[in-house]
């Protein structure tokens, strides 16, 4: 792990999570405990898997390896499309180590984010974490789904072009990162 990447870590252990938070990172938390005992491949879905499931897909990665979980983790969407730039750049500020193919080295293993539709998971079974509202509406269900969970995040796509997008993409990388980090601590040390 990088310098950058390391103060970014120790960045998303200090993040102050507010209360609505704090809640919801419990239930998703003790929801995961009970599932992964069966399942411990996660999906985290998106309407466009071009933003915040990719987030949460790479956060995933770092953090499960970090706490060594075994979690198998990857991103669809309801519709394929592309990941967005400012996704690739917001991570690279954050000390992700990212190729100009878009493949992340996580543990001596090659991880690479596209956008990619539900259809193309090979998984057997998973859990359904869906990041966005649409996504929860539009989804349809996917009989391989275990479980369905939501963890919404405010899209940064309202940003793009503007004089806040690398603020707001920050902001969201720094949240998704935190969250994720806080739910995966909570699987190893449950209250």
Aim: charge should be positive.
């Amino acid at each position: 792990m990088n310098e950058i990447l390391s103060k970014y870590i120790k960045e998303i252990e200090k993040f102050s999570l507010e209360d609505f938070q704090k809640a919801r990172i419990k239930k998703i938390s003790k929801t995961l405990i009970n599932e992964i005992k069966s399942c411990n491949s996660i999906v985290f879905i998106c309407t466009h898997n071009s933003r915040r499931s990719q987030f949460c897909q790479v956060w995933s990665q770092i953090l499960s390896n970090i706490y060594k979980l075994n979690l198998t983790i990857q991103s669809a969407g309801v519709v394929k499309t592309e990941v967005y730039i400012e996704v690739i750049r917001s991570l690279k500020r954050a000390g992700v180590d990212i190729d100009e193919n878009g493949a992340i080295l996580i543990n001596n293993k090659e991880v690479s984010i596209f956008s990619k539709s539900l259809d193309e998971i090979n998984f057997k079974n998973f859990i359904s974490i869906m990041t966005c509202s649409d996504a929860e509406k539009s989804c349809p269900t996917d009989p391989r789904s275990k479980k369905n969970i939501s963890l919404f995040y405010p899209d940064p796509k309202k940003f793009d072009g503007t004089k806040d997008e690398i603020r707001e993409y920050d902001f969201t990388c720094m949240s998704i990162a935190s969250e994720i980090n806080a739910i995966f601590k909570l699987l190893i040390n449950p209250i």
